[in-house]
């Protein structure tokens, strides 16, 4: 087969027009559960206070007919705190870009769009981190204390549910990995070498324990995608039902979304935002998200040929009592 002759072909053109689809095909996770479901509540300074309790520890009670009694020292709250961190996104569309017929529609509604999606998981990686709160100044920015930080050692000062690796070099093996909260600081994890064996089921278990002798009611565990993978490849009592009439084929199963155990019920959940060697146990509501400044776009001066955007936020992570959750630190990642 020849081409006939004289034909002109696609080859010879130079009048054809791009073929471009008119969308852009993103690829934009944000499964971002702990901003998304934690209370919001406003908070009126840089510096936001609180204060959390317990009950003494159950002892005999016994005592004389008719004695006189003896008053006891309450067991003392603890008052703490922690800062608010800044975090933006800045745009700048100039007026040429603005003025173009561009795929995906307007570039400063794309650009904002974005922008929102990105300034949210960072709000969520920092929420869920390891990092110590600072108070900041002039030439330095606040931080937040992060959630990990405020789940403290066993052996911490403030003593915490934090489970440790089993096993490992320095702070792989250790319950004083996180110090704790002191001077209106609290303490930022301490990353060690991690543990050089896998997250156990017993793990998880004494962590709940932990969580729930303090009165705590654990029911959700975020976990980083390693730890995700170690707990569906955990073997325990399970009960396995089989439809012998079932016609339609059968799922294969290869994940564990539910965990149940004495200390509670949790359902599992991914987190891309958590360090990869921890894992997060969370009794949600005594948890909140504070907020001097909500998520917001604020319009900028134009400068020169160009229209500019500032998406900010402010905000702080509000452990209201830590001690009712737990977590799972420097394990085998």
Request: proline share 3%.
């Amino acid at each position: 087969m020849t081409q006939v002759a004289g034909s002109t072909d696609t080859y010879d053109s130079a009048a054809l027009k791009e073929s471009l689809d008119p969308v852009i095909w993103d690829l934009f996770p944000a499964d971002t559960y702990f901003v998304s479901n934690v209370d919001k509540v406003n908070v009126s300074n840089v510096q936001h206070q609180w204060v959390f309790d317990k009950l003494a520890a159950a002892a005999a009670n016994k005592q004389l007919e008719g004695d006189v009694f003896t008053p006891g020292t309450l067991v003392t709250a603890t008052r703490v705190s922690n800062y608010t961190q800044i975090s933006n996104k800045g745009i700048l569309v100039t007026g040429s870009h603005a003025a173009t017929d561009s795929v995906g529609g307007n570039p400063m509604g794309r650009a904002i769009l974005k922008g929102m999606k990105e300034l949210k998981r960072d709000m969520e990686f920092t929420c869920l981190g390891t990092q110590a709160s600072v108070a900041g100044a002039t030439g330095t920015a606040r931080a937040t204390g992060g959630v990990l930080a405020w789940i403290w050692g066993q052996g911490a000062a403030i003593p915490g549910n934090a489970v440790f690796a089993t096993t490992g070099g320095t702070n792989g093996n250790t319950t004083g990995s996180t110090p704790s909260y002191a001077s209106s600081l609290v303490a930022g994890v301490t990353v060690g070498t991690t543990g050089s064996v896998a997250m156990t089921i017993g793990d998880i278990v004494k962590g709940l324990q932990l969580a729930w002798e303090d009165g705590g009611e654990v029911d959700t565990i975020l976990a980083s995608a390693s730890q995700k993978n170690y707990i569906d490849a955990m073997t325990s009592q399970a009960t396995r039902m089989i439809d012998l009439n079932r016609t339609e084929k059968l799922p294969i199963t290869n994940g564990a979304n539910v965990i149940v155990t004495s200390y509670g019920t949790c359902k599992i959940l991914l987190s891309r935002y958590i360090n990869r060697s921890n894992a997060i146990g969370f009794d949600l509501p005594q948890w909140a998200l504070g907020q001097l400044r909500a998520p917001k776009v604020k319009d900028i001066a134009p400068r020169e040929d160009g229209e500019a955007k500032l998406l900010l936020a402010e905000y702080t992570v509000i452990a209201r009592n830590p001690n009712s959750s737990t977590a799972w630190v420097n394990q085998l990642e």
